[in-house]
């Protein structure tokens, strides 16, 4: 790691050297590795002696950032919400306590409740839903597989990550004229611009949306809840296997 993390700071560096006067300048690039597991042998600083032509001999250092390091505040403050999905990993060698200790799992959906409290914020003033639909999604996928011999900690945080920021994007959706969990009600409402249609048509879409994301996490299909937020053909095809129309919001696979 540490020869490769040397050869890609210099390719960086030759690739954007200006000339000064008669001098080229040459200025790495300021890079870190990340580690996602740590241990108490992970270094602070990846190092290479680096012997110049002139034997000068020079350390390079490359520092290290360890996911364990951070705290959910940290994550949320520093606004690193791409690390998210990752912090569920300082768990991993203690999943059978949470399983076993209501007062452990309690602790544990709490802290992803912040996490949701947080997203849902930021996509409402950003207007990013769909961004935030992907992240709370991958979110929940990591902590099905760190926790995937713990049927009560997976159910507990799919159900509160989901919720709102899934709403937010079949709103995003519906605004935007797709066919977010549309019947043909929906469609006019949106193409006549009629009032009652349109507010119909809206709630109806939601309805069915929620619906749908319901039976996918109940059958720990992660990736098709991402899936559907972005594209309606997919959500048309989702919604016909699952048989969820109109009123009907039960989850029956249709074969």
Known sequence: MTVRMVQYDFAIGIEHARKENRRYRIEL?????????????????????????????FVYRIPTIKMAAYTKDELLGKNLLMLLPFYIMRYEKHTDDYEQDPEKLKSLLTEYEDIRI?????????????????????????ANYIFRRQATVKKGI???????????????????????????????????????????????GIH????????????????????????????????????????????????
Request: net charge negative.
């Open 158 to 204: 799919g159900d509160v990550m989901g919720g709102k920021i899934l709403e937010l994007e079949s709103e995003r959706l519906f605004n935007a004229g797709k066919k977010a969990g549309i019947a043909e009600g929906k469609a006019e409402g949106i193409a006549e611009g009629k009032a009652e249609g349109k507010a119909e048509g809206k709630a109806e």
């Open 208 to 255: 069915q949306l929620s619906a749908l994301i319901q039976c996918l996490m109940r059958n720990g299909r992660m990736d098709d809840i991402a899936l559907v937020t972005r594209d309606s053909k997919e959500l048309d095809r989702l919604l016909r296997q699952y048989g969820i129309t109109g009123d009907n919001g039960k989850c029956e696979m249709k074969q």
């Open 29 to 57: 690039p300021r890079s870190c590795v990340l580690y996602l597991r740590s241990s108490s042998h992970t270094p602070d600083y990846l190092e290479a002696d680096l012997v110049l032509p002139d034997e000068r001999t």
């Open 118 to 142: 947080h997203l849902e914020k930021e996509a409402t003033e950003a207007g990013r839903s769909a961004l935030y639909a992907d992240l709370s999604a991958l979110i929940v996928k990591m």
